[in-house]
């Protein structure tokens, strides 16, 4: 049997993703081959691809931190689910593809009755979101937060589970998105014609709890600036850099600088932040954060947001959306249409 499959040829943007057809992958001991029903696509996705980010995947690679799917196949020795049972994960990658042999420890079962697409939202983006909060930063209800990037998969999945957590948001996005941002329950500033900091500061009168930037660089700066005393600033990328609007050499200073302010005496802190590494040190978080958003969502109290749905070997498109920050909420390939 053959499959279509997503391979970053060599390091680079968008433009640097072919689509393969091979046979299907068999799964190896402790493996679980899975069949895709959705995958999302992440910045997270572009930046590993431009090899920028220290232990990213040597080119020739299938990108894809997360998916959604059946189980199709058990390796030698594996247990904990069956055949036909639904699934999901995050993967780091490999989601870009109509089957996926992924570690049985990476995947959670769900149920059958949600859709896959939305599904699909919560193994990084809503993961990410609620750890910040619940984990990282531990935030109270009535606590503030900013999130830049507001509109986006990442922003928009931070809006809504601060919005369940019952969270004062804020939210950074150009005008034409305001509308979403809102709806979400934030806030919502306009970067390009509004100073943020100051916004932030006539909003709140000393500042907020935690902030999440995506932007880095110099942008890290500004972001510490709208802190209160005790608040958090968490970098997630660097998405400036990528985008060629910063260097790498003012993306590396940003970083820096994160580590200088842990060292002063301001009453603030500032980290960076890898989900990947978070859950590899609290393995038991993953599994328990995940089934926890999956039961919020069956209750109907998270209400993720699809951009667009991509079939699979419109993979390069997908990704020029999310790069191009077009996109509101959640971008999403599926398999192939009518296969």
Not at 261 to 279: G, K, T, Y
Not at 297 to 304: D, R, T, V, Y
Request: charged residues 20%; neutral net charge; aromatic residues 6%.
């Amino acid at each position: 049997m053959r499959h279509l499959r997503v391979v970053a040829a060599r390091h680079g943007g968008p433009d640097v993703l072919e689509v393969i057809e091979e046979e299907v992958p068999e799964p190896g001991p402790g493996e679980v081959r899975v069949k895709l029903l959705a995958a999302g696509v992440a910045f997270g996705d572009i930046m590993w691809q431009t090899g920028k980010v220290p232990g990213s995947p040597k080119p020739p690679y299938t990108p894809g931190y997360d998916l959604v799917g059946t189980v199709d196949r058990l390796g030698p020795g594996t247990t904990g689910f069956d055949e036909g049972q639904r699934v999901m994960g995050l993967i780091n990658y490999g989601g870009y593809a109509e089957h996926v042999c992924a570690p049985s420890d990476k995947l959670v079962a769900v149920p059958d009755d949600l859709d896959p697409s939305i599904l699909a939202c919560l193994p990084l983006n809503y993961l990410t979101a609620y750890q910040l909060f619940r984990r990282v930063g531990k935030l109270e209800r009535g606590k503030r937060v900013l999130v830049h990037g507001a509109a986006g998969g990442l922003g928009s999945a931070a809006l809504d589970v601060g919005r369940l957590l019952e969270l004062e948001m804020y939210g950074t996005a150009s005008a034409p998105k305001h509308e979403l941002v809102t709806s979400l329950g934030a806030t919502a500033i306009d970067y390009r014609s509004e100073d943020f900091v100051e916004r932030i500061n006539d909003l709140t009168g000393n500042g907020v709890d935690l902030v999440i930037d995506h932007i880095g660089g110099a942008h890290l700066a500004r972001s510490f600036a709208t802190l209160r005393p005790g608040g958090r600033l968490i970098m997630t990328s660097s998405y400036a850099s990528v985008r060629g609007e910063q260097s790498t050499a003012q993306a590396l200073l940003g970083m820096l600088r994160v580590g200088l302010w842990n060292a002063l005496p301001n009453r603030r802190s500032a980290q960076l932040f890898d989900i990947v590494a978070l859950n590899k040190k609290h393995p038991e978080w993953y599994r328990e954060d995940l089934l926890a958003l999956t039961g919020f969502l069956a209750e109907g109290k998270l209400k993720p947001v699809i951009a667009e749905r991509f079939p699979l070997d419109q993979a390069r498109q997908a990704q020029e959306r999310v790069l191009a920050a077009e996109a509101r909420g959640k971008v999403i390939l599926i398999p192939q249409l009518g296969a």
